[in-house]
């Protein structure tokens, strides 16, 4: 297990990062959604790049790259090891790269902030 932690304080945030194949992006979104210590995540396709050419098919290797879906899900740091270790024991074998960082600040911005700035309301 390659991993470093930090001991942030109570009450700290992190976001984690997994990126694996789409062939097994449903299995992580069914597995995400079963997970009570998340509110929701965020996903999107892209593209992933290495060293290790064997890891590649010889499309991915004259792209350079290869097809990756990327989750992002907001965790306290207290349940970061439950999360962790419920990812490797369900979804075992689906190669799931993972990082986990600091979460600085988050929420959601709504319609009343901006309809308080007087600048909005001018006319022409």
Known sequence: MNERAMTPADGALVQVTLVVSPA???????????????????????MGHGH???????????AGCQPRTFFSAIVPHAALAAFLE???ADLAGMEVH???TPVLAHGRLDDAAASADPSRDAGP
Do not use: C, K
């Not at 992006?25 to 892209?46: C, T």
């Open 52 to 62: 290790d050419p064997q890891q590649l098919t010889v499309t991915e290797q004259v």
């Open 24 to 46: 097994v992006s449903d299995a992580v979104i069914d597995w995400l959604l079963q997970q009570p210590m998340i509110q929701g995540f965020s996903s999107h396709d892209g």
């Open 98 to 100: 993972y990082w986990a």
């Open 86 to 88: 419920g990812l490797r």
